[in-house]
T-cell receptor, first 112, second 110 residues
Framework: EPEVTQTPSHQVTQMGQEVILRCVPI?????FYWYRQILGQKVEFLVS????????KSEIFDDQFSVERPDGSNFTLKIRSTKLEDSAMYFC??????????FGPGTRLTVL | LAKTTQPISMDSYEGQEVNITCSHN???????ITWYQQFPSQGPRFIIQ???TKVTNEVASLFIPADRKSSTLSLPRVSLSDTAVYYC???????????FGTGTLLAVQP
């Protein structure tokens, strides 16, 4: 069964450093998303991406965040200068737009 | 976006049927009701979606009354592996952003 994959599974970084989280969506899907979940809290929407551009973003997704689909398979989330409060699980999701979004296993980001 | 209200937690035993009810009084005409499941340190996983009446798939049933102001997820004969957080979401189609609430933590005991 096709699935969304994410790398790395765990990323540890120092405050102020740049991180890139990578996702490979399901191959025939056209809509892509990033969500995050701070430990013990709700899953929060960050950004949606379609047709090579951002279709919607939340207030969390400020100038420190960016997304890119550099080729036909990868979808990345970059945080330019990480803060302590960026520590969270980051989930990538994709959909072909019929019923459901398929989530990846997540990347646990720890900012020290 | 319609706000949802569901119990914070529920307890059950293996083999029992579990019903989790969600209130969504402000649901819009074009909103669907979707339930996701999340295990610790994993991404949410789609369970079932409906618009009205009853929907059943291989893992659950979803009951939606005529006024659509609430819905009930029914899990038949739960097992220990059904211990997870269950989220009720209300919104447009699959391409729309998903707005998660706090969900219901279902704890299944032997």
């Amino acid at each position: 069964e096709p699935e969304v994959t994410q790398t790395p599974s765990h990323q540890v970084t120092q405050m102020g450093q740049e991180v890139i989280l990578r996702c490979v969506p399901i191959s025939n899907h056209l809509y892509f998303y990033w969500y995050r979940q701070i430990l013990g809290q709700k899953v929060e929407f960050l950004v949606s991406f379609y047709n090579n551009e951002i279709s919607e973003k939340s207030e969390i997704f400020d100038d420190q965040f960016s997304v890119e689909r550099p080729d036909g398979s990868n979808f990345t989330l970059k945080i330019r200068s990480t803060k302590l409060e960026d520590s969270a699980m980051y989930f990538c999701a994709s959909t072909e737009g019929v019923v459901e979004q398929f989530f990846g296993p997540g990347t646990r980001l720890t900012v020290l | 976006l319609a706000k949802t209200t569901q119990p914070i937690s529920m307890d059950s035993y293996e083999g029992q049927e579990v019903n989790i009810t969600c209130s969504h009084n402000n649901i819009a005409t074009n909103d669907y009701i979707t339930w996701y499941q999340q295990f610790p340190s994993q991404g949410p996983r789609f369970i079932i979606q409906g618009y009205k009446t009853k929907v059943t798939n291989e893992v659950a049933s979803l009951f939606i009354p005529a006024d659509r102001k609430s819905s009930t997820l029914s899990l038949p004969r739960v097992s220990l592996s059904d211990t997870a957080v269950y989220y009720c979401l209300v919104g447009g189609g699959a391409t729309n952003k998903l707005i998660f609430g706090t969900g219901t933590l279902l704890a299944v005991q032997p």
